[in-house]
């Protein structure tokens, strides 16, 4: 079974620094990881995700996440924040052969002016 | 295209009352998921179906149940409906060959 840990349940950032959201995964097989944004009474919006290829991985938006399997974990950076930003974001993990997606609790980022 | 769309937005219920949610996926994907998110929480998974068949199916009690029609639209209804139902339902699609799975907007409810 997979599952991933949010390390932070709350991220505040000025408007300009970097962000980083961590996320720790578990899978018994090669994982599929993905991190979805979810707005305020909106669905989730897919940033980006790592399928086996390239372990530093480029997504929308200016985000990027880095895949370390020796640390099983994925977490997701932005050089710089805006306050569109502010936002849920979700670290998600799915077995390869396996569509189900096993979500984190999730990290709010609030971006201060 | 369209993405993933899923109706009714919103709507209220009454326990004991039954709901159906209902989704179109995107155009050419033969899967289609369902998850529960309950205020505060992370998505849950609730059925997986792909070509009309159930694939897969969370830990949720038998109230729920789901079904995909032919042109790959699926249904969630869900009886008995208690005040712990009450959830955003988000409906996603995927095609075959990739594993990437868009969401849609989700259906608001609310039991009362």
């Known amino acids: 079974a997979q599952s991933v840990t949010q390390l932070d349940s709350h991220v505040s950032v000025s408007e300009g620094t970097p962000v980083l959201l961590r996320c720790n995964y578990s899978?018994?097989?090669?994982?599929?990881l993905f991190w979805y944004v979810q707005h305020p009474n909106k669905g989730l919006q897919l940033l980006l995700k790592?399928?086996?290829?390239?372990?530093l991985v480029k997504g929308i938006n200016g985000f990027e996440a880095e895949f370390k399997k020796s640390e099983t974990s994925f977490h997701l950076t932005k050089p710089s924040a805006h306050m569109s930003d502010a936002a849920e974001y979700f670290c998600?993990?799915?077995?390869?052969?396996?569509?189900?997606?096993?979500f984190g609790a999730g990290t709010t980022v609030t971006v201060r002016a | 295209d369209a993405g993933v769309t899923q109706s009714p937005t919103h709507l209220i219920k009454t326990r004991g009352q039954q709901v159906t949610l209902r989704c179109s996926p995107i155009?050419?994907?033969?899967?289609v998921s369902w998850y529960q998110q309950v205020l505060g929480q992370g998505p849950q998974f609730i059925f997986q179906y792909y070509e009309k068949e159930e694939r897969g199916r969370g830990n949720f009690p038998d109230r729920f149940s789901a079904r995909q029609f032919p042109n790959y639209s699926s249904e969630l209804n869900v009886n008995a409906l208690l005040l712990g139902d009450s959830a955003l339902y988000l409906c996603?699609?995927?095609?075959?060959?990739?594993?990437?799975?868009?969401f849609g907007e989700g259906s608001w409810l609310t039991v009362v």
């Open positions: 998600v993990v799915s077995d390869r052969n396996d569509y189900k997606l096993s």
């Open positions: 790592y399928t086996s290829a390239a372990t």
């Open positions: 899978s018994s097989y090669s994982p599929s």
């Open positions: 155009s050419g994907h033969k899967s």
């Open positions: 996603a699609s995927s095609g075959h060959l990739e594993n990437t799975i868009y």
